[in-house]
């Protein structure tokens, strides 16, 4: 598995893994491409051979940064994919000279929440009824 920046052809596999693996709130083709137009916007990707395993983005706004999605496709979770992802991102967000990073998360999210703790995020506070669906989120951070 390798990490890259993610590239402008990547965009329609990116979306249809979202499809894939979000039935709520998903990311559309057209949201992907304002990102990859972002200079804000940093993407990247997983890739297992040719296959897009998974990707994340981060946006850096002076001295803090917002982790706007980390996915893993369904199969690869579990096996450091996810953890890897985060790992870029933070790094980014460091050289970029960021001093604290957030991130929101589904409060039913139970393991996407256990990673992120595992990266050193906290729970910040939450917004109630923030998802489309009426879902609360637990916004959390992490100072670097």
């Given at each position: 598995m390798t990490i890259r920046q993610?590239?402008?052809?990547?965009?329609?596999?990116?979306?249809?893994?979202?499809?894939?693996?979000?039935?709520?709130?998903?990311?559309?083709?057209?949201t992907f491409a304002s990102c990859y137009e972002n200079p804000a916007f940093y993407g990247i990707v997983a890739v297992d051979g040719?296959?897009?395993?998974?990707?994340a983005g981060i946006t850096v706004a002076a001295d803090s940064a917002d982790i706007e999605n980390v996915?893993?496709?369904?199969?690869?979770?579990?096996?450091?994919?996810?953890?890897?992802?985060?790992?870029?991102?933070?790094?980014?967000?460091?050289?970029?000279?960021?001093?604290?990073?957030?991130?929101?998360?589904?409060?039913s999210n139970v393991p996407a929440m256990c990673l992120y703790l595992k990266y050193g995020f906290a729970g910040?506070?939450?917004?109630?009824?923030?998802?489309?669906?009426g879902e609360d989120c637990l916004v959390m951070k992490k100072d670097v």
């Open positions: 993610w590239k402008f052809e990547d965009i329609l596999s990116l979306s249809e893994l979202e499809e894939q693996c979000f039935s709520n709130d998903r990311w559309s083709y057209r040719d296959e897009i395993i998974g990707y996915l893993v496709s369904e199969r690869y979770r579990r096996a450091g994919v996810g953890g890897k992802l985060i790992e870029s991102l933070v790094s980014h967000a460091v050289k970029s000279g960021v001093k604290s990073i957030f991130l929101e998360v589904r409060v910040n506070y939450a917004r109630t009824r923030y998802y489309s669906d």
